[in-house]
């Protein structure tokens, strides 16, 4: 069940296929009006969406503050660093206040991992996981899953490797969880020191140090960003060396099936996640991925605001 209490999308770990399916094809209806000419529905027409962000963010934030516009929705951000809670006011406090003001969708990004979860519990509005610290990117991983059915058509059965630093990635983990649901192979790479010690098997993913073995037959190779704000000193020795082992560039990405979409979640470290070349390749989908970014937050704001079959 991918939304918890009938009302909130907090990650992918409970998904069922059924679940990303009904979103992946309102999406699809979604992103014939974000490439119109006319991008304005009335779905969201007397809504309020509000973005609260802890962290920063271009794509996430960016495209959910588009996606409300575009659906009629009245929206607003507010910055945690240009807010009241940075004069001490808690999550619960900074929630009831958004309640009140009628709010009915809060779209949260913490670097706590669960924050999201715990705002969900004390307010009345939906409540979306725009990334919870280490845990979960659920709207990151649906786009991601979006645009591997829009190139690969059938997702499951298909050989995905996600290369970089698994440890930190929230992007990582509800991909392993979407994909897990829609039946693909995931097979994770990187150093040891940049992969969960112990929490693998509820993944359901593989792991090589090797990036050749995960990448080699891939349908699609997936490139993390090193979270350095998340990182102690010490897990790798040093950018060069990481890049060497375990960035993708064109020798690499050739192990993979031919025309294998090359994915990153953004923003890209050039020169250490992804060569140049790569990101800006022929079989990189890059730029898709933003694109369908907003189609696919335009429909998780639609099936949340009617709170229908939830
Ligand atoms: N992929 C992603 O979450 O990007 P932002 O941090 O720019 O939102």
């Known amino acids: 069940m991918m939304f918890s209490n009938h009302k909130d999308l907090l990650g992918l770990k409970t998904a069922t296929r ?29 809504k309020s969406v509000v973005t609260l962000f802890y962290e920063n963010s271009t794509r996430t934030r960016m495209s959910f503050e588009l996606a409300s516009k575009y659906m009629s929705a009245s929206s607003a951000n507010m910055t945690a660093t240009a807010s009241s809670v940075q004069k001490g006011e808690t999550l619960i406090d900074t929630g009831a206040t958004l309640d ?21 519990k004390h307010v ?5 996981n725009a990334g ?8 990151q991983a649906l786009l991601d899953l979006y645009t591997m059915r829009e190139h690969l058509g059938e997702i499951s059965g298909k050989k995905v490797a996600i290369v970089g630093d698994v440890l930190h990635s929230r992007v ?8 897990n649901a829609m039946g693909a192979h995931v097979v994770f790479a990187g150093p040891t020191t940049l992969m969960p010690a112990d929490d693998l098997s509820p993944l359901k ?19 993390l960003r090193i979270q350095r704000e998340r990182q102690k000193a010490g897990l790798f020795p040093s950018v060069r060396e990481y890049s060497k082992f375990f960035g993708v560039n064109d020798e690499i990405l050739a192990l993979a099936k031919p025309g294998a979409l090359l994915m990153h979640p953004g923003p890209v470290n050039r020169g ?14 890059i730029r898709e991925q933003v694109q369908n970014g907003v189609a696919v937050r335009m429909a998780l704001l639609k099936i949340l605001t009617r709170r229908e079959n939830l």
């Open 18 to 46: 059924e679940d990303i399916l009904k979103v992946l094809d309102l999406a699809k209806e979604m992103k014939k009006l974000v490439l119109s000419e006319n991008k304005k529905s009335a779905d969201l027409a007397g």
């Open 205 to 223: 993913a593989e792991y090589t140090s090797d990036i050749r073995e995960a990448v080699k037959d891939a349908d699609v190779v997936m490139g």
């Open 132 to 139: 919870d610290g280490i845990n979960e990117h659920p709207t």
């Open 124 to 128: 009345k509005a939906s409540v979306i």
């Open 100 to 120: 009140q003001m009628g709010v009915d969708v809060i779209i949260m990004r913490h670097n706590m991992s669960g924050a999201p979860h715990f705002l969900a």
């Open 272 to 285: 250490v996640e992804l060569s140049t070349m790569v990101a800006d390749g022929e079989q990189s989908v």
């Open 172 to 179: 990582a983990r509800s991909n392993a969880y979407g994909l």
